[in-house]
Antibody, heavy 121, light 108 residues
Framework: QVQLVESGGGLVKPGGSLRLSCAAS????????INWIRQAPGKGLEWISY????????YYADSVKGRFTISRDDAKNSVYLQMNSLRAEDTAVYYC??????????????WGPGTLVTVSS | EIVMTQSPGTLSLSPGERATLSCRASQSVNSNLAWYQQKPGQAPRLLIYGTSTRATGIPARFSGSGSGTEFTLTISSLQSEDFAVYYCQQYNNWPPYTFGQGTKVEIK
């Protein structure tokens, strides 16, 4: 079954850390670029990070740059998001999404169900 | 960063009616625009990319149009399963990829 499944969310205090995982199955994981996208409660979608095949290119949104680190382990078919110095405004459902290409077009064709991160004292 | 603005915020329609959702970019994104549908408690689902190409399995009642800075998602005849929130997203200038704030299509 082709799927992505996130894990690692939970309640953390401001200033704390959390590591999210995104496990892939049913497809050749190493062939794909992966993104993390989050959604604060009742709000819209915010892209936060991207990792290319072989980790050659990594990008972050300004809102998380310097605090979050994306990585991947193709042997484990997984992508990770290490989140440090967490703030209340990082509270959100975090999705990982597979990036696909068609000619010059890019789209997120496969999403995980998400994992909720709550930052609160 | 390209800012995406969707309108209206909420669209109240009856099943069988036509829905027209708008998305505007703060600068040209050419045809590099996608649309996603999200239902409560679920992850977003890809509907359209390249402004007008339907993703695999998406019904023909969904269509996209536009170019540059003005885009439209049309649902020709609303079905009960179409009531959801819809997001546009540009991938012309990235990072960052940017999304609109969403349009909720609700039952009137």
């Amino acid at each position: 079954q082709v799927q992505l499944v996130e894990s690692g969310g939970g309640l953390v205090k401001p200033g704390g850390s959390l590591r999210l995982s995104c496990a892939a199955s049913g497809f050749t994981f190493s062939d794909y670029y992966i993104n993390w996208i989050r959604q604060a409660p009742g709000k819209g979608l915010e892209w936060i990070s991207y990792i290319s095949r072989s980790s050659n290119m990594i990008y972050y949104a300004d809102s998380v740059k310097g605090r979050f680190t994306i990585s991947r382990d193709d042997a484990k078919n997984s992508v990770y998001l290490q989140m440090n110095s967490l703030r209340a405004e990082d509270t959100a459902v975090y999705y990982c999404a597979r990036e696909e290409y068609d000619m010059l077009h890019i789209y997120f064709d496969l999403w995980g169900p998400g994992t909720l991160v709550t930052v609160s004292s | 960063e390209i800012v995406m603005t969707q309108s209206p915020g909420t669209l109240s329609l009856s099943p069988g009616e036509r829905a027209t959702l708008s998305c505007r970019a703060s600068q040209s994104v050419n045809s590099n625009l996608a649309w996603y549908q999200q239902k409560p408690g679920q992850a977003p689902r890809l509907l359209i990319y390249g402004t007008s190409t339907r993703a695999t399995g998406i019904p023909a009642r969904f269509s996209g149009s536009g170019s540059g800075t003005e885009f439209t998602l049309t649902i020709s005849s609303l079905q009960s399963e179409d009531f959801a929130v819809y997001y546009c997203q540009q991938y012309n200038n990235w990072p960052p990829y940017t999304f609109g704030q969403g349009t909720k299509v609700e039952i009137k």
